[in-house]
Structures are given as structure tokens and as C-alpha cells.
């Protein structure tokens, strides 16, 4: 090992690119074949919380990499796992680096990326799973009695309503394969422009089984909190277009409203690595203000 690098856009865990020096000429490995340098990614769980559970979320990480192995999908390849840190100061993961890297910014290049995005979500929902490799159940991430509304709203009906409408039973719906942490943050792209390509769908500790519309709605309201709200009611647009069935009506809202609602008060847990990633524009109040016009153009739209 020759160098190591941190790398930038990560909450949950810590994350450090590790460069290698070339193998002797003679060895034959499929991290970059004898006598190249290559690289590796090693994720590591730091924080009390991610620590305890990172029995679970990686050796759920490690078996998705194993099954997307064979498939089309551009995932790293699982190299090493010591899930309990048994060997490693933190619990981690080490697997193969991938190129591209995380767009954010505010540039020419959003609605091609919302369009890649959609297509390649569409994509990771295609995946085959026979039934015994199936990832665990979906779980939301909030609940009517756990919804913080922003103390500064102007608009505290809205915010009732929202709340109210995700108080009932999940709909029905069909389950396929989900990613469930999709959004722009765990993509990687190369090129710009007619060249901007999907190099790369990464972090996939909280893959599940479950209904599309709700990793749908994840990267719908991520979009909506990074661009504005005509970013995200521009990205399930995409996704039907590319080939992906998601619900109708009021059976859509719930699963919108359910995912928009993990992010109130103020999106704190996300901007942070956004910032990071140069979006110091994503402040508290620009966030918030987001997040409720987009429970308002839900409404408008599927109510």
C-alpha cells in the first residue's frame, strides 16, 4: 500500500481510497493484472451507532456485492469483510475502487444526470434475486409520532397533512430489489456533457425488498433538496420512462411523503456531506423552504 486518501461525500461510515503498488509481473489478480498499480476502497464504521450495527449492515453489503458480481450492474467487487472488527480497529469492508466520481453542483449537466439516474434505477429493480438470496424486508425511516416539523414553518397546516396521510398501512404493492440508499451521493459518473455516463451505484448496507416507489421517492426527494422541487417531480417522470412501473395516486403519495418526511426538520443529515462536496448554498433555511414546497407540489400533483 502506497498511499491513502480520504474520500469525501460519506455520513454513515468513513471512507478511504488505498492505493497499491504494482505486483510483481508474474502474479495474476483481477484487481489490475500483473505488474499494475490498482486501487481499493476500504469503508469503515467509526461512529457508536453505525459500529454496533455494522455486523449486519456489512455482511448484508458483502453479500449484495457477491450476487451483483455476475451481473450488469456497476458495482464494486467485494475483496475482504470483518464485519465485527475482529481484525481491523473498526469494523470494515475493503472492495474494488470505481471510476468517476459524485456530481452535485448546480450545472448544465442535472437534467441528463436525473435521466441516467432514473435509467439506472430502473436497472438495479431488473435484478434477479432468487428467493433464498433476497435482501431483508424494507423498513421506513420515520413515522407519523417521530416527524419533527421545523420549528420555524409558516406553513404547520402542510405539515399535518403530511404527517397525516402516511398515518395508515403501507399499500400493496409488487417487491423487487432495492438499493433503498439511491440518490445522487451514491452514483458515480464520468464524462459531461452527450459523454456523461453511470460509472458506478455504491453504499449498499440498506439494500432491501420492497416496493420501487420508495427508492423512487428517495432520490426524488434528494433531487428536489439538491436542485429544487422540479428536479425531483421530474425523476419518477424518468424512471416510468425508462421502463419502471411505479403506483398511482394517492398510493404513490404515501410512498413520497413517507421518504420526504425522514428528511424533516431540515435535511441536516445530508447536507453536511454535501457541503463537503462544494454546495455551501445548501444551508438550513434553503433546505427546509425545499422540503416543504415539495410536500406541496406532492400534494398538488397526486392528492
Given amino acids: 500500500m502506497v498511499g491513502v486518501r480520504e474520500l469525501k461525500g460519506g455520513w454513515t461510515s468513513r471512507m478511504r481510497r488505498l492505493d497499491i503498488a504494482p505486483a510483481n509481473s508474474n502474479d495474476n489478480n483481477d484487481n489490475g493484472g500483473g505488474g499494475e498499480g490498482y486501487a481499493l ?42 464485519a465485527a472488527g475482529e481484525h481491523c480497529e473498526h469494523p470494515s469492508l475493503v472492495m474494488t475502487h470505481l471510476p468517476g466520481s459524485v456530481r452535485v453542483r448546480e450545472d448544465g449537466d442535472v437534467a441528463r444526470r436525473t435521466v441516467l439516474l432514473a435509467r439506472q434505477l430502473a436497472a438495479v429493480h431488473a435484478v434477479a434475486v432468487p ?51 439511491y440518490h445522487p451521493g451514491n452514483v458515480l459518473f464520468t464524462g459531461n456533457g452527450e459523454h456523461l455516463a453511470v460509472s458506478g451505484v455504491v453504499d449498499w448496507v440498506e439494500t432491501s425488498w420492497g416496493p420501487a416507489d420508495l427508492d423512487v421517492a428517495h432520490c426524488a426527494t434528494t433531487l428536489a433538496l439538491l436542485h429544487g422541487v422540479p428536479a425531483g417531480m421530474a425523476f419518477p417522470d424518468a424512471y416510468e420512462q425508462a421502463g419502471g412501473t411505479l403506483a398511482a395516486g394517492e398510493e404513490h403519495l404515501y410512498w413520497r411523503l413517507l421518504d420526504a418526511l425522514a428528511f424533516a426538520p431540515d435535511a441536516e443529515k445530508v447536507a453536511t456531506p454535501w457541503r463537503e462536496l462544494g454546495r455551501t448554498d445548501l444551508g438550513t433555511p434553503v433546505l427546509t423552504g425545499r422540503l416543504e414546497d415539495y410536500l406541496q407540489a406532492l400534494f398538488d400533483r397526486y392528492a
Avoid at 50 to 79: D, F, K
Avoid at 153 to 172: F, G, N, Q, S
Fill in 41 to 82: 476502497v476500504l469503508r469503515s464504521f467509526v461512529k457508536p451507532f453505525y459500529r454496533r450495527h455494522a455486523p449486519g449492515l456489512l455482511a448484508r453489503e458483502a453479500g449484495v456485492l457477491r450476487l451483483l458480481e455476475s451481473g450488469s450492474i456497476p458495482a464494486a467487487r467485494l475483496r475482504a469483510v470483518d
Fill in 131 to 181: 428467493e433464498q438470496e433476497r435482501p431483508r424486508t424494507w423498513q421506513a425511516w420515520t413515522s407519523p409520532e417521530r416527524v419533527q416539523i421545523p420549528a420555524t414553518t409558516k406553513r404547520p397546516l402542510l405539515w399535518h397533512r403530511a404527517v397525516e396521510a402516511i398515518d395508515r398501512d403501507a399499500p400493496p404493492h409488487r417487491a423487487c430489489f432495492l438499493h433503498r440508499d
